[in-house]
């Protein structure tokens, strides 16, 4: 038996009477000031949020709608109700989540939320992977790439290493496709779109004219982005992340902030460090299978990162996603003496 | 929308009516429900985000109180939730294409932007239409056309003026806005000034050229006195910070003062009129001590921030009420609403009515 006092608030007008509720055997009664009678049995009634601090309202079937006068009384024998309301209260919970957040935050989002990318990206069509690669190389072409300016004569000399390459490696020729570009943007510079498609930059072509095996290096180390795919797994993985984070966040209000920009960013560099080894490790083991020194790809590397300080803006560009240089060039004159 | 600032009406009683309006929450009550919200969100992979919106709303609706009757927040989570599966679906078509497939993404961009003033619409109308109080509810009644000139023609009109339509832009849209909600079947009438958002914007536009020129000598001294702070990296932080905190500055007046002229100029015929005597200073004093402290704590001090704010904001506002009106009828059929409203809601077209 439960009694508490409160106001009706009448169905469709916000007109309200002080009134007495009564509760008992599973039957609710409303006693009006003016000794009106409502009853209404108990599973019939709809009840509002029950939160620290706040009346729970009582929604009778007409639409009219009892609110007690005192906040913490809260309708008993209705099973369930107030589980969330328990769970606020309960000092323990509420400090182990001060830890647990970041905790489960840390595995959603570097350990559940990769691995599932990088698996989903093996699912994806090859007519996918042609499309995200020529649709992203038109994009890049017409924001930061120019007609080359080498001349034809030293494009011949690389085509034919490139196609050599290409037959060595047994690799697809329709796939693999190598273009020259002229760009302020790159610098010095050689990427790969998942389609195939591998850019040189002029500037790269001039800082390793005088050491072709270098630039095979660096050709290699591009099939091998392109072999593992990825591109299309750093995609998988933003997407994921992005969505992930609009998922978790949509309504963390204040959390949003801090975290947003932060986590993605080290999510990727952590990402495609792990692909430049990847990579890395594709072109020093075909350097080497095919009759090359694994010795090449630390000449390039070498050559690439000569004079970084007058290239500062094209290469922190590059730098910040790549390994430290140092360290890939001692891996690759390691490689060499471990064969 | 902010709900500090809801509008109300009293219709019993028989004497003059000024009610302040009262903030009944706490940082502490706050805090557990805040970090409940996060932990089951997290925990769920984000299903729970809808009870926490709704745990979270109604927490400030509910301790809002006009003349001792609160507000209620109506969205059920099921609601949300089912809106927000929608909304999921069209970021994340929006996200896959635009990473492996940038030219249908700049399709999708320009189909966002035509549906926008719809979307924000929509929203609107779910979010006024789930506030309550005294079992009657609000609603937005604009139109697509209207939300189109307002919102997204005379802001980008105003960018070839050199901004100097802006003002008058800004003006329009908040007259737009107020002038198209309805409580029950009252309709809130907003008559702003266009020469009083001129000086608002003129005020905070030489407060903004203030603390530039400030944040500047004092960023000149450090650098000079302190050696230690010649790594470059550091000095960007410093300059990033004072940036935001001219934004939030500003921001805050320019807030304050635009609240208390639509206050003062708003009424609901016959039912209720407003008066905000929120001082620019202390609004301003408020937002940046808030930033500080949830930096400062790694977030933790978000929810006593959020509390001290719908404080500050309840005690600045006075609502007068008129004894003679008449009963306020509802005119929503109890918590309908459509699946357009649930979905745009989501998209949190977060426009404050402060």
Request: hydrophobic share 45%; charged share 15%; aromatic share 10%.
């Amino acid at each position: 038996m439960q009694k508490v006092t409160g106001k009706l608030y009448s169905a469709g007008s916000n007109a309200s009477v002080n009134c007495i509720l009564h509760n008992s055997n599973g039957q609710i009664r409303v006693v009006k000031d003016d000794d009106l009678e409502l009853s209404v049995p108990l599973q019939d009634i709809l009840l509002g949020v029950a939160i620290a601090g706040q009346a729970q309202d009582i929604t009778l079937p007409d639409g009219s709608r009892f609110l007690p006068d005192d906040v913490s009384f809260r309708l008993t024998s209705l099973s369930g109700v107030g589980l969330l309301e328990r769970c606020e209260r309960h000092k323990g919970l509420v400090l182990s989540a001060i830890f647990l957040c970041p905790l489960l935050l840390y595995l959603v989002f570097f350990v559940v939320v990769p691995s599932m990318a990088a698996s989903a990206v093996t699912l994806l069509p090859n007519s996918v992977v042609e499309a995200t690669g020529r649709q992203s190389m038109l994009l890049i072409e017409k924001m930061a790439l120019e007609p080359t300016e080498v001349d034809p004569t030293q494009q011949d000399k690389i085509n034919a290493l490139w196609q050599d390459s290409l037959n060595q490696l047994k690799l697809d020729k329709e796939k693999y496709r190598l273009g020259f570009y002229r760009s302020d943007f790159f610098g010095a510079n050689a990427f790969a779109l998942p389609h195939g498609q591998i850019v040189v930059t002029d500037e790269l072509v001039a800082k390793l004219a005088k050491h072709p095996e270098a630039l095979r290096a660096v050709l290699l180390h591009e099939i091998g982005h392109v072999e593992h795919q990825h591109s299309m797994r750093i995609a998988a993985q933003s997407v994921a992340s992005t969505i992930a984070l609009a998922v978790v966040f949509g309504d963390l209000q204040g959390v949003a902030e801090l975290t947003l920009g932060v986590g993605s960013v080290i999510m990727q560099q952590q990402f495609s460090q792990d692909m430049e080894s990847q990579a890395d490790d594709y072109a020093l083991h075909n350097l080497e299978a095919h009759g090359y020194k694994a010795a090449d790809f630390a000449t390039a590397l070498k050559l690439m990162s000569s004079d970084r300080s007058t290239e500062q803006d094209a290469w922190s560009k590059y730098l910040s996603t790549h390994p430290q240089v140092g360290e890939r060039i001692e891996r690759a004159l390691n490689y060499q003496r471990a064969k | 929308m902010d709900l500090e600032s809801k509008e109300v009406v009293e219709t019993t009683g028989s004497s003059t009516h000024t009610r302040e309006v009262r903030f009944t929450g706490d940082a502490r009550s706050y805090f557990s429900i805040w970090l409940v919200n996060i932990l089951f969100t997290i925990a769920t992979l984000g299903i729970y985000s809808a009870w926490a919106t709704v745990r979270n709303k109604q927490y400030f609706f509910g301790h809002t109180q006009i003349d001792g009757h609160r507000f209620d927040y109506l969205a059920t989570p099921q609601q949300i939730l089912k809106g927000r599966l929608l909304a999921l679906a069209c970021f994340a078509l929006y996200v896959v294409s635009s990473s492996y497939f940038p030219l249908v993404g700049i399709v999708l961009l320009v189909a966002w932007c035509i549906a926008l003033p719809w979307v924000i619409n929509q929203g609107l109308r779910f979010s006024l239409r789930m506030t309550r109080y005294r079992n009657v509810q609000f609603s937005f009644k604009g139109q697509y056309k209207d939300t189109l000139i307002n919102f997204v023609l005379l802001p980008i009109l105003s960018v070839f003026t050199l901004y100097l339509l802006l003002p008058w832009a800004l003006k329009r849209i908040d007259a737009y806005i107020h002038n198209n909600i309805y409580y029950g079947d009252k309709k809130l009438t907003t008559h702003l000034s266009t020469k009083e958002y001129y000086l608002i914007a003129f005020v905070c536009f030489c407060m903004a050229v203030g603390l530039g020129i400030l944040a500047g000598i004092a960023a000149f001294v450090i650098g000079i006195s302190d050696n230690l702070l010649e790594t470059s990296q550091l000095i960007g932080v410093g300059i990033l910070f004072m940036q935001f905190l001219v934004v939030i500055i500003v921001a805050s007046a320019y807030k304050a003062m635009v609240r208390n002229h639509i206050f003062e100029n708003s009424t609901f015929e016959g039912v209720a009129e407003f008066e905000s005597n929120l001082a620019p200073i202390d609004y301003v004093l408020l937002n940046v001590t808030n930033t500080l402290a949830i930096v400062c704590s790694l977030g933790l001090a978000f929810p006593w921030a959020k509390v001290r704010k719908a404080k500050m904001l309840a005690a600045a506002t006075v609502v007068h009420l008129n004894p003679d009106a008449d009963e306020v009828i509802n005119m929503q059929q109890a918590q309908q609403s459509s699946f357009a409203e649930e979905a745009a809601n989501v998209f949190d077209v977060d426009i404050s009515l402060t």
